[in-house]
């Protein structure tokens, strides 16, 4: 381990403590979390944003037309390089989980919606909302995940940055 993550260990275990003795006046709920890079984050809405009303097509990882998994594939290749795997499923098993209401701008939200498992998933933007390529005749569009249709079938938040 290296001096600067031993110091920082160290002093994150400190805070811990005097945190968890209320000596600092701060609760546990306030202490910072690993969060996803910011800018590669604010560039994954960016570049997902720009995308809205792109068709979708079955099987489409392009903007001439994207399914969910290639909308979510394309975005995360483009704004930051990162290469995901190209099924929901198999992004959703890629990920990191991360638990319902700790979700991040750029965090995955999964969907079943065909009562086979995973099936779906979105771009998470902020505020309850995330972005992604619907259904056959439909275009990428920004959603209310706290929609009755989209919480009926909420499976779960995954992390990639």
Known sequence: MSAAAMIHTS??????????MGLLGLSCATMPQRLPDAEHA???????????GKPYRYGGATPEGFD???FVQYVFRTA????????SRAQFA??????????????LLFFNVNGRGI??????LG?????????????????????????????GVRRVL
């Open 11 to 20: 002093l994150r275990l400190w805070l811990v403590g005097f945190c968890s």
């Open 42 to 52: 604010r560039q994954v809405v960016a570049t997902a944003k720009t995308l809205e």
């Open 68 to 70: 969910c998994s290639g």
């Open 80 to 87: 930051v390089n990162k290469r995901l795997p190209r099924t």
């Open 94 to 107: 890629y990920a990191r989980p991360i638990r319902r209401g700790e979700e991040q701008p750029s965090d």
């Open 119 to 124: 099936s779906h998933v979105g771009i998470y």
């Open 127 to 155: 505020k309850g909302l995330f972005i992604h390529s619907p259904k056959n005749g439909g275009k990428v569009k920004i959603s209310n995940a706290n929609d009755k249709y989209w919480r009926r079938r909420f499976q």
